[in-house]
C-alpha cells in the first residue's frame, strides 16, 4: 500500500500529540488542533510550537486542580523528548515544543519538492474543513451606472473567497448578480430613444450608457414627461413587451460582454452572469407563497410587509411589495436565493457586499428560514467598509476600467526609472499585474469591514507590505532560479544557520493560516504571512549568496529560495494576485 505522505505541519504535530496521548491517555486528534505554529520572531530563536493548556483546561478536555502552573509543569516533565521533538519546556499555562531543525529542514523542502502548487493543502488541518458546493455572490454592479470603489472591493474579495474555497476542494459557482432589473431601465432605455445612439454604443457602450443614463435623469427631474416615458418602459418591459425587452436584452448583452473583457484584466472570471431580471416571475412566486403561509402582511399604505420583530409588534420588519404591487430589491434577493438554491443545490452561499447592506442580508436570511428554507442557515454575508478618495487622472471612478488603467500607467512609470524594465517582453502586462496586486494588498492588509484612505502613492511603493514588495521578491527568486537551476536533493545540514531555519519555520504555519483565513473568510491572515515570508526571503537573499557559494551550499541555498518561490506563488494566486516572473 502506498501511504500519502503526511504534510510536513502535521508530521510533527502528530508527533508531539502522539506524546500527549500517551501520557494522558486521550486519543491523538484531540491534540492536533489544539498545537499552533509559533510566529517565528526576528529578535529571539522561538520554539516550534505551543499547546495551551488552559485552553484545555476550559474546554474540559483536562481535569482543573486549580493550578494551572503547575499542572502545565508536572505535564510538561512527563513528556519524553525524542530525535524529532528535541526539547520540551513549560511557559505560562502553555508547552513549547523544539523540533529537530535537521528533521524540520528536511521536511519542508521535501514537501515543496513533492506538492509544488499545492503545497501545504494536504494538510490534516485543512481536509477536516467541510467540503461541498459553494455559491460565492460577488461584483454584481448595475448596468448604465457607476462601477464604485464598493465593487471593485466586492470584486476582488469576492475572488478570493472563491479561490480560496476552490482550493481547499470545494465545487465553486462563481455568481455575478447584475442590477439589470428596475425603474431605472425605464428611465435609460426611454433616455435611450431620444438621445441614443446605436454607433456610439458599439464604440464605448459602458460610457454611453451611463452618458444617457446620467443625461436623462437630469431630464426627468425637471420634466415630468420624461419620468412618465421611463415608468411607462418600464411597465413594457414588466409585461415583457417584444420590442422593449430586446433593447433590454440588447443593454446587458454589451454589458456582459464588455465587463467579461476588464475582468479579465484583474484575473476573474464568473461561472454565472445572473441578475436582478431573472427572478420577476419567481418573485411573484413567492409572494403567493409568503401569502399562503401567512407571512405577508398588508399595510394601511397598501404595501406588503414581512413582520420581524421577535414579539410581532412590527418593531422591525421587510417591505417586499410597493402599493402598486411592484416587487423590490429583497424579493427579487428572495426569489434568486431559492432559485439557486434549486438549481445549484449548494451547501453554502456567500455574498459579499459593502457593510451597508448588513441589514438587508439579514433580513433576507431570516424571511428564507420563516418561509421554511432551513439551508439560510448556511447563506453568509460577507461585509466590507468603505474606502475613500478612490480617484483617478479623470477624477472620481466611474468605470473599473479606468482604475486599471491608472493603477497600469503609474506602475509603468515607476518601473521605468528601474533599469530592468528595458529586458522585459512586456512591460505593460507586468506593470498592470503588479499595479493590480498592489491594490489588492493594500484592500486585504485589515480587517474586512474596516474603511480605509486610499492612496496611489503609498500602495505603489517597493518597499514595505506592499503588492509590489511582494512581486519584487517573487520575480528575484525566479530570475535566481532561472539563472542557476534546481538540484533535486540536496543535504538539509547546509541550512541550519538562523534565517534559512527561520523560514522553514515560518513555513511550518502555511496551513494553519489557510484555515484561519477559511474560517473567518479574511485574506489578512494570507497577506500577513506571506509578506513575512517575503521579508524573510528578502534577507536571506541578502545574506546567503548563491552564486560565488560551494556547489553543495549554492544548490542548498536555491533549493530554499525555490521552496519559498513555490509558496510566494501560490498564496499570491489564491489572493488574486498573478505572481510576475519579471520586473
Ligand atoms: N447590485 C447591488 C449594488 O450595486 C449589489 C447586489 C448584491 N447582491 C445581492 N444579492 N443583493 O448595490
Not at 508527533?15 to 526576528?42: H, M, N, Q, W, Y
Request: proline fraction near 3%; include cysteine; aromatic fraction near 8%.
Amino acid at each position: 500500500m502506498v501511504t500519502q505522505p503526511i504534510h510536513m505541519a502535521c508530521f510533527f504535530r502528530r508527533r508531539i500529540a502522539s506524546k500527549l496521548s500517551r501520557c494522558l491517555g486521550l486519543p491523538e486528534d484531540t491534540f492536533i488542533s489544539a498545537l499552533c505554529a509559533i510566529p517565528v520572531s526576528k529578535k529571539q530563536q522561538s520554539p516550534d510550537f505551543r499547546l495551551s493548556v488552559k485552553a484545555l483546561l476550559s474546554k474540559g478536555i483536562l481535569p482543573d486542580n486549580g493550578d494551572l502552573e503547575a499542572q502545565t509543569k508536572t505535564l510538561a516533565n512527563q513528556l519524553q523528548q525524542d530525535d524529532v521533538v528535541e526539547e520540551i519546556f513549560a511557559g505560562r499555562g502553555v508547552i513549547h515544543f523544539r523540533v529537530s531543525r535537521i528533521q524540520l529542514v528536511q521536511k519542508v523542502l521535501e514537501q515543496s519538492r513533492k506538492e509544488r502548487d499545492k503545497f501545504g493543502m494536504k494538510s490534516e488541518l485543512l481536509k477536516g474543513l467541510k467540503k461541498g458546493t459553494t455559491v460565492v455572490e460577488f461584483s454584481s454592479p448595475n448596468i448604465a451606472k457607476k462601477f464604485h470603489a464598493g465593487h471593485l472591493r466586492s470584486t476582488i474579495i469576492g475572488n478570493f473567497i472563491a479561490n480560496l474555497k476552490g482550493s481547499l476542494g470545494n465545487n465553486v459557482i462563481r455568481m455575478n448578480y447584475l442590477g439589470d432589473w428596475g425603474m431605472q431601465f425605464g428611465l435609460l432605455a426611454a433616455g435611450f430613444q431620444s438621445f441614443g445612439c446605436q454607433e456610439k454604443l458599439k464604440m464605448n457602450p459602458l460610457q454611453h450608457l451611463f452618458d444617457v443614463y446620467v443625461q436623462v435623469n437630469r431630464e426627468a427631474e425637471n420634466d415630468e414627461a420624461v419620468e412618465q416615458a421611463g415608468r411607462e418602459f418600464f411597465r413594457q418591459l414588466e409585461q415583457h413587451e417584444q420590442h422593449a425587452m430586446a433593447l433590454w436584452r440588447q443593454f446587458r448583452e454589451i454589458t456582459v460582454s464588455e465587463y467579461r473583457k476588464v475582468y479579465k484584466r484583474l484575473g476573474v472570471h464568473f461561472d454565472v452572469y445572473s441578475g436582478e431580471s431573472f427572478h420577476q416571475k419567481q418573485a411573484q412566486e413567492v409572494v403567493l407563497r409568503l401569502q399562503t403561509q401567512g407571512l405577508l402582511k398588508t399595510t394601511e399604505k397598501g404595501t406588503g410587509v414581512v413582520d420581524l420583530s421577535p414579539s410581532g409588534d412590527m418593531s422591525n420588519y421587510s417591505t417586499l411589495l410597493r402599493s402598486d404591487g411592484t416587487s423590490l430589491y429583497i424579493t427579487r434577493d428572495l426569489a434568486a436565493a431559492i432559485n439557486r438554491k434549486e438549481i445549484h443545490n449548494f451547501d453554502e452561499m456567500i455574498y459579499v457586499t459593502d457593510k451597508s447592506q448588513g441589514n438587508h442580508f439579514q433580513q433576507l436570511f431570516q424571511i428564507l428560514l420563516a418561509m421554511g428554507h432551513l439551508w439560510a442557515e448556511r447563506c453568509q454575508h460577507v461585509p466590507f467598509g468603505l474606502v475613500q478618495g478612490m480617484k483617478t487622472r479623470l477624477g472620481e471612478v466611474v468605470f473599473l476600467e479606468d482604475v486599471l488603467d491608472e493603477a497600469q500607467a503609474r506602475m509603468l512609470r515607476n518601473m521605468s526609472q528601474a533599469k530592468t524594465t528595458k529586458e522585459m517582453d512586456d512591460p505593460e502586462d507586468t506593470a498592470e499585474k503588479v499595479g493590480i496586486s498592489a491594490l489588492i494588498i493594500q484592500d486585504f492588509k485589515g480587517p474586512l469591514v474596516s474603511d480605509y484612505k486610499f492612496d496611489w502613492d503609498r500602495i505603489l511603493q517597493a518597499q514595505g507590505d506592499t503588492g509590489v514588495f511582494l512581486q519584487y521578491t517573487h520575480a528575484r527568486l525566479c530570475s535566481l532560479i532561472r539563472l542557476h537551476g534546481e538540484e533535486d536533493t540536496v543535504n538539509p545540514s547546509l541550512l541550519l544557520d538562523q534565517r534559512s531555519v527561520l523560514i522553514m519555520q515560518h513555513l511550518l504555519r502555511y496551513d494553519e493560516v489557510l484555515y484561519q483565513s477559511a474560517c473567518d473568510l479574511q485574506p489578512k491572515h494570507l497577506v500577513n504571512f506571506l509578506m513575512t515570508l517575503s521579508h524573510l526571503a528578502a534577507s536571506a537573499h541578502r545574506h546567503l549568496p548563491v552564486k560565488g557559494s560551494p556547489q553543495a551550499v549554492a544548490q542548498a541555498r536555491l533549493q530554499l529560495f525555490s521552496c519559498v518561490c513555490t509558496v510566494l506563488a501560490n498564496g499570491m494566486r489564491i489572493l488574486g494576485i498573478t505572481p510576475v516572473e519579471k520586473m
